[in-house]
């Protein structure tokens, strides 16, 4: 897992050297860098961002405005900051906004690494959470028209995409259930150990798979192409059963 950060600080050879260190740290990925809270600001509105590297004293809007901006956005809502400055003074303020940490200038890659690591033990455990909680998950909601209709997943047979929706196929059903969503979608909501994609727009539920072969797999009396770009993930989950 690589967390996708940003810099920010108005001080071109302290946003060189945090630039510098990001880029040292494995986990970490360097996805801009911004002399200004404002254009960091521009950045979070159409990219996903994991950690900003915030500077606190900055002209037009700060790096404390910043945080308290992205803390009511809800499109920011996983986002988490480390503030880097040269006073002090902010440290406590730094924290009322949910700061994962607090870098005092200057300060050596040592004491960066440090915070980096305790925002990547953070997001780790977090990831490890929401896993659980979906692989303990037994239903889900579709929207379906102008309704969120349950969904019981062991009633899942398999799931077919298509540009705009996508058709779920249930036990007892004569007829799929159509959703207003993607299959890319549908597959995050997914528990991993139950479903697996075999194809570009097919998802299936691996508890009601009836038989299989190397390019097929036979779910009822649907039979459904293995794509190649799936083959070699799905053989693996093959051979792990294999008798």
Same mark, same amino acid.
């Given at each position: 897992?690589?967390?996708?950060?940003?810099?920010?600080?108005?001080?071109?050879?302290?946003?060189?050297?945090?630039?510098?260190?990001?880029?040292?740290?494995?986990?970490?990925?360097? +996805? $801009?860098?911004?002399?200004? /809270?404002? =254009?960091? @600001?521009?950045?979070?509105?159409?990219? *996903?961002?994991? %950690?900003?590297?915030?500077?606190?004293?900055?002209?037009?809007?700060?790096?404390?405005?910043?945080?308290?901006?992205?803390?009511?956005?809800?499109?920011?809502?996983?986002?988490?900051?480390?503030?880097?400055?040269?006073?002090?003074?902010?440290?406590? +303020? $730094?924290?009322?906004?949910? /700061?994962? =940490?607090? @870098?005092?200038?200057?300060?050596?890659? *040592?004491?960066? %690494?440090?915070?980096?690591?305790?925002?990547?033990?953070?997001?780790?455990?977090?990831?490890?959470?929401?896993?659980?909680?979906?692989?303990?998950?037994?239903?889900?909601?579709?929207?379906?028209?102008?309704?969120?209709?349950?969904?019981?997943?062991?009633?899942?047979?398999?799931?077919?995409?298509?540009?705009?929706?996508?058709?779920?196929?249930?036990?007892?059903?004569?007829?799929?259930?159509?959703?207003?969503?993607?299959?890319?979608?549908?597959?995050?909501?997914?528990?991993?150990?139950?479903?697996?994609?075999?194809?570009?727009?097919?998802?299936?539920?691996?508890?009601?798979?009836?038989?299989?072969?190397?390019?097929?797999?036979?779910?009822?009396?649907?039979?459904?192409?293995?794509?190649?770009?799936?083959?070699?993930?799905?053989?693996?989950?093959?051979?792990?059963?294999?008798?």
């Amino acid at each position: 897992m690589k967390l996708k950060c940003i810099a920010v600080d108005d001080e071109p050879l302290a946003l060189k050297l945090l630039c510098s260190f990001i880029e040292q740290t494995a986990f970490l990925s360097l +996805e $801009g860098q911004f002399e200004n /809270a404002i =254009d960091a @600001l521009a950045h979070t509105h159409n990219n *996903e961002v994991d %950690l900003i590297f915030l500077d606190i004293q900055m002209p037009d809007l700060s790096g404390m405005e910043l945080a308290r901006v992205l803390e009511s956005k809800k499109s920011s809502k996983n986002t988490r900051i480390i503030f880097t400055t040269a006073y002090n003074q902010f440290a406590v +303020e $730094g924290y009322k906004v949910d /700061a994962l =940490d607090y @870098l005092l200038k200057p300060y050596s890659y *040592e004491e960066f %690494l440090k915070a980096a690591t305790k925002a990547y033990q953070f997001f780790e455990a977090k990831s490890q959470v929401s896993t659980r909680e979906k692989d303990n998950k037994e239903y889900i909601f579709l929207k379906v028209e102008y309704q969120l209709v349950k969904v019981m997943l062991k009633d899942i047979l398999y799931l077919e995409g298509y540009k705009d929706y996508v058709k779920v196929h249930l036990i007892g059903k004569p007829s799929p259930t159509l959703s207003l969503t993607s299959l890319k979608n549908m597959e995050e909501l997914l528990p991993e150990d139950q479903f697996m994609r075999i194809h570009r727009s097919y998802i299936i539920s691996l508890d009601h798979i009836d038989s299989i072969t190397r390019n097929t797999v036979n779910i009822g009396k649907t039979t459904i192409t293995v794509s190649d770009h799936y083959k070699d993930h799905f053989l693996q989950f093959v051979n792990k059963w294999i008798g």
